[in-house]
Nanobody, 120 residues
Framework: QVQLVESGGGLVKAGGSLRLSCAASGFIYLIDAMGWYRQAPGKERELVAA?????????ADSVKGRFTISRDNGKNTVSLYLDMSSLNPEDTAVYYC????????????WGQGTQVTVSS
């Protein structure tokens, strides 16, 4: 059974830092790319950062230079991280972990989301 569990959200002042974590379990050998998405109130969900199984990364322009995505392919779980720095109130959102599985057809799984609130 596939499960993605996020942690690390919270309240932080502008200019501060946070680290989000996501633990993916279940058929992890089928995981291809992983990513972090966010959704602010009244807005659509957007890609924040993504990383392939080979370690290639890409970022939304709004977070380049401030956020870093990384992953650790363990034996039983795959851990995904998002290190966020120089946070500003516009980063306030629910952050979701996403994992794309090499199924036929490919399928994406989502975590439950973790709230990040940046105060000014």
């Amino acid at each position: 059974q596939v499960q993605l569990v996020e942690s690390g959200g919270g309240l932080v002042k502008a200019g501060g830092s946070l680290r989000l974590s996501c633990a993916a379990s279940g058929f992890i050998y089928l995981i291809d790319a992983m990513g972090w998405y966010r959704q602010a109130p009244g807005k659509e969900r957007e890609l924040v950062a993504a990383i392939t199984s080979g370690g290639n990364t890409n970022y939304a322009d709004s977070v380049k230079g401030r956020f870093t995505i990384s992953r650790d392919n363990g034996k039983n779980t795959v851990s995904l991280y998002l290190d966020m720095s120089s946070l500003n109130p516009e980063d306030t959102a629910v952050y979701y972990c996403n994992a794309r599985y090499r199924l036929n057809p490919p399928r994406a799984y989502w975590g439950q989301g973790t709230q990040v609130t940046v105060s000014s």
